[in-house]
């Protein structure tokens, strides 16, 4: 062997070791309130399929954010302790230090950042949903003067007022509104015939097919979206390693396969975590 092989041999195997060793470097970095091995989450826990108790008595939250934060703290050699509390309530108990991430479906606003950092990491959209059995409805245009399910005190029912307001410029007949109490109460009208349809959000509408298989299917999906996101007390460095370990779960493949799990849409975390 000669030297110069001999002397490549030795820069491939030093260059090997300088990889490993940053890589091992970067994977031991964590956030300081991860330091004790315990990440206290605040979640308000009623947000299915998201974070939610599968079951009447249950003491563990199941849910596709529940997987994620997880699995964050995991890639930090931590484990989560969640609190659950009324949802007004969550940003503020980071200021008391009462936990160190906020993760509930809580959706990424500048009036939010001014005080606090976040991590947006899930992008939920708007979408029609009709029976399993309709594959004619392609579109909120097809919807002219059928029956459609709302919740009542929603944007939704602005979102059919406009609808309406274009049907009735262009000559065609308005949908007819009929107002329900709860989400349940809407999907209820769908079922049974009563409505041709509803609007609500892509992460609602997956918790509803995961429950009723073949029942239900979404039509159309809105162009508009919002960012669901990880907020923490303002720290560059911590968002950073949020952000790194997020996009780490998408590198690997498990945060699709997470998706998956829960019914979600696939492109639902292909959003800039910036």
């Not at 945060?255 to 829960?262: G, Q, R, S, V």
Request: proline fraction near 5%.
């Amino acid at each position: 062997m000669s030297k110069r092989t001999i002397k490549a041999l030795w820069l491939l195997s030093l260059s090997a070791g300088l990889v490993g060793a940053f890589q091992s470097n970067a994977a031991e970095q964590k956030p300081d309130f991860a330091a004790n091995g315990v990440v206290r989450v605040c979640t308000a826990g009623d947000f299915p399929p998201m974070q939610y108790y599968k079951n009447p008595g249950d003491t563990n939250l199941v849910g596709f954010e529940i997987d994620v934060v997880d699995a964050i703290a995991k890639s930090w050699g931590a484990k989560t302790e969640y609190v659950v509390g009324d949802f007004k309530g969550l940003l503020p108990s980071l200021d008391s230090m009462r936990c160190d991430l906020v993760a509930s479906g809580i959706m990424i606003t500048p009036a939010r950042l001014e005080k606090y950092d976040g991590v947006p990491y899930f992008g939920s959209h708007v979408v029609l949903v009709t029976p399993q059995s309709d594959e004619t409805t392609k579109s909120p245009e097809d919807m002219s003067g059928k029956v459609m399910a709302i919740e009542a005190g929603t944007t939704y029912e602005k979102e059919v007022a406009d609808l309406n307001a274009k049907f009735t410029a262009s000559g065609k007949a308005p949908a007819t509104i009929q107002t329900y109490p709860s989400a349940s109460g809407v999907i209820e009208q769908i079922l049974v015939g009563r409505a041709a349809s509803t609007i609500t959000q892509d992460t609602t509408a997956a918790y509803r097919m995961m429950q009723m298989p073949d029942r239900l299917r979404i039509a159309y999906t809105y162009d508009a979206s919002e960012n669901y996101g990880i907020y923490i007390r303002k720290s560059p460095t911590d968002r950073r390693l949020i952000k790194v370990a997020i996009e780490s779960l998408q590198a690997s493949g498990e945060m699709k396969a997470l998706l998956a799990k829960w019914s979600l849409p696939a492109t639902s975390t292909d959003v800039s975590h910036d």
